[in-house]
């Protein structure tokens, strides 16, 4: 079984759609949890990150973390174009000293026009 | 600007040879990854460096190797042991704090021909 399972896709959606992207994950030693993009051919860029069990929100992006249930979503309100990209969470348990990330698969979304 | 560059962006390679990847940060980063992307499977950790002269194997180090000579240069080498190179690679930095902010390079694609 893989520390972060995250289905790959790909996902369609119109344009204006709510778009949740999810992981699960087995680790319970986890406390950092970051959602990365990436459009095709280029490097991740960081999202958002929450620390811990919460909701986090920035801009048209609502970042969800369900520890007891080791779930953490990805919200996008009013899907655009230009969202059109791969998801990846991806998730670290350190305190100080190294962090080690581990992805999730990614999610490929389209919105389209 | 502050960032990573990876140098090629392609990069072919004959069987039986060694290349080797160059990755260059100039965000003051002590810590420094190589990961390994192929469609469908995430990012795997090849390499990591948390200090100069310093690095330890991640979960597909084999046919890889790497060195950490100065805190700003942190280039994988893909020898002729690594049965299957081709593949998206992605060096990426983070501080050492507790928020594991990856910060990626634009990756290199190699191919082997």
């Known amino acids: 079984q893989k520390e972060v399972e995250q289905d790959p896709g790909p996902l369609s959606v119109p344009e204006g759609a709510i778009v949740s992207l999810n992981c699960t994950y087995s680790?319970?030693?986890?406390?950092?949890f970051m959602w990365y993009r990436q459009y095709s051919r280029k490097g991740p860029e960081l999202l958002m990150y929450?620390?811990?069990?919460g909701n986090k929100e920035d801009g048209r992006f609502t970042a969800q973390v369900d520890k007891s249930s080791k779930y953490i979503s990805l919200f996008i309100r009013d899907s655009q174009p230009s969202d059109s990209a791969t998801y990846l969470c991806?998730?670290?348990?350190?305190?100080?000293?190294?962090?080690?990330?581990?992805f999730g698969a990614g999610t490929r979304l389209a919105v389209h026009p | 600007d502050g960032g990573i560059t990876q140098s090629p962006k392609y990069l072919f390679r004959k069987e039986g040879q060694n290349v080797t990847l160059s990755c260059e940060q100039n965000?003051?980063?002590?810590?420094m990854y190589w990961y390994r992307q192929d469609p469908g499977q995430g990012l795997r950790l090849i390499y990591y460096?948390?200090?100069?002269?310093?690095?330890q194997k991640g979960d597909i180090a084999e046919g890889y190797s790497v060195s950490r000579e100065k805190k700003e240069s942190f280039p994988l080498t893909v020898t002729s042991a690594q049965k299957n190179p081709t593949a998206f690679y992605l060096c990426?930095?983070?501080?050492?704090?507790?928020?594991?902010?990856?910060?990626f390079g634009q990756g290199t694609r190699l191919t082997v021909v």
């Open positions: 990426a930095s983070t501080s050492t704090g507790v928020i594991a902010e990856a910060f």
């Open positions: 680790n319970s030693a986890f406390q950092y």
């Open positions: 929450t620390y811990s069990s």
């Open positions: 991806a998730m670290s348990g350190g305190a100080g000293g190294y962090n080690k990330l581990i």
């Open positions: 965000l003051n980063h002590d810590a």
């Open positions: 460096s948390q200090i100069v002269n310093d690095f």
